[in-house]
Nanobody, 122 residues
Framework: QLQLMESGGGYVQAGGSLRLSCQAS?????MAWFRQIPGQGREGIAT???????DYADAVKGRFTIWKDGAKNILNLAMNNLQPEDTAIYFC???????????????????WGQGTQVTVSG
């Protein structure tokens, strides 16, 4: 059974960096990172498939990097030049719903981690 657990959130000043990790219990082909501000929907920010192919939302392109340690089933997200608008709860996701091809839509994934808070001060 696929389970996900994030780690690595925290507090950082604007311009700083953080790294998030997500341990998957089993190997999975496609994974993604989402974030959510309280009261709003989940925003897809990065996805990876086949351990190397990636895609990013415009809001984080050039600042965030997603990669995966396939041997250990660990998904990572390096976040650089963080800004206050990046403050959110960050989730990893996997378990693609059959027939869905919107890789940065939360409707595409059926398994979610518990989330980790990232707070960026201005």
């Amino acid at each position: 059974q696929l389970q996900l657990m994030e780690s690595g959130g925290g507090y950082v000043q604007a311009g700083g960096s953080l790294r998030l990790s997500c341990q998957a219990s089993i190997e999975t082909y496609r994974m993604a990172w989402f974030r959510q501000i309280p009261g709003q929907g989940r925003e897809g920010i990065a996805t990876i498939w086949g351990d190397v192919a990636t895609d990013y939302a415009d809001a984080v392109k050039g600042r965030f990097t997603i990669w995966k340690d396939g041997a250990k089933n660990i998904l990572n997200l390096a976040m650089n030049n963080l800004q206050p608008e990046d403050t959110a709860i960050y989730f990893c996701a996997a378990g693609v719903v059959g027939g869905s091809y919107l890789w940065l839509s939360d409707r595409t994934y059926s398994v979610w981690g518990q989330g980790t808070q990232v707070t960026v001060s201005g």
